[in-house]
């Protein structure tokens, strides 16, 4: 399938989209939140896929949602349509992503590669939540994703000033896995993609699903949790060859079974 803002590719397993607005820096318009969610649902839908690399260019991941588009909307018109509302259905999926930021991420931008699992930064990276230099708050789950990343004194920092931090600032804090050279940015989040989906897809899957829960509960309920998954893994194909492999000094042979 073709699309206008964004480019979508398989390479072996990981699904690569790059998101394709150069002239607007890449803003999120509903177009290409639409377009983002299609790619998404034929990845999430194709079986060789094991994870999904999302990425923008050099200049900017995203640079918020589009200011353009959004200018002239009403308060019940953006209640109506549920304006956004794109933006949960990303954070639904249940396959990995990886964000490889370049450049700016921010507002919607910073938004989106905080809904992704995993944020690998170019050094010239920049997260912000500027929306308050536009008069409205961060409306992706940026208040809330970014606190939990970075803890209240930075995300308030962020939030009411909307300044921007840089890639060694968002490492520091947190928000951020990994910082490499902005010309080895695609490569080495690539590998990292590459990597997660060298495993076995379900135990990648329910990885995710179980860190994620230590956002949503208590630490003993997290627990309980991550214990009957863990169990639950044990009815696998994929846990007795992970282990026989081992054990056997070959490569694992996964089939997502
Ligand atoms: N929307 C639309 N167009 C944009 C955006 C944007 N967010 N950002 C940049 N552009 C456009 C510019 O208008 C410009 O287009 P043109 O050449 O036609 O004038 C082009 O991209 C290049 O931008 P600049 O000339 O400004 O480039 P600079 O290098 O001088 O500056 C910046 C780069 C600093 C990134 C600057 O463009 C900027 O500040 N952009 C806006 C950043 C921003 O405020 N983002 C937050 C937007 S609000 C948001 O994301 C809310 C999300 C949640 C909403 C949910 C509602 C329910």
Redesign the pocket.
């Known amino acids: 399938m073709s699309y206008e803002t964004i480019i979508a590719e398989t390479r072996g397993k990981v699904g690569v989209i790059t998101l394709n607005r150069p ?3 890449n ?2 318009n509903a177009q290409l939140m639409d377009e983002l969610n299609l790619a998404l649902d034929a990845f999430e839908s194709d079986a060789n896929i094991g994870c999904i690399l999302l990425t923008g260019s050099e200049r ?1 991941f995203a ?8 200018e002239e909307k009403t308060y019940p018109a ?1 209640y109506l349509e549920d ?2 509302v794109t ?1 949960d259905r990303i954070a639904a999926r249940r396959k990995p992503m990886v964000a490889a930021v370049a450049g ?1 991420a ?4 910073c ?1 989106l590669a905080m809904i992704c699992d995993i944020i690998i930064a170019a050094d010239n990276a920049r997260f912000g939540q ?2 308050i ?2 008069g ?1 708050i ?3 789950g ?1 208040t809330q994703r970014l606190t939990r990343a970075v803890g209240k004194a930075k995300a308030m920092d962020l939030c009411l000033t909307g300044r921007m931090m840089d890639a060694e600032e968002a490492e520091r804090s947190g928000l951020v896995a990994r910082i490499v050279p902005a010309d080895k940015l695609l490569e080495e989040a690539f590998k990292a993609a590459e990597t997660i989906a060298s495993f076995s897809l379900p135990s990648v899957m329910l990885a995710k699903e179980t860190v994620n829960r230590a956002f949503e509960t208590t630490l003993s309920e997290g627990v309980r949790f991550e214990r009957r998954v863990f169990h639950a893994l044990f009815a696998t194909a994929d846990q007795k060859e992970g282990m026989s492999a081992f054990v056997a000094k070959r490569p694992p042979n996964f089939t997502n079974s």
């Open positions: 002239k607007a820096l803003a999120l900017a640079a918020g949602a589009d200011i353009k588009e959004m953006t304006f956004f933006g700016f921010l507002g919607g931008g938004e500027p929306e230099k536009l409205v961060p409306g992706i940026g």
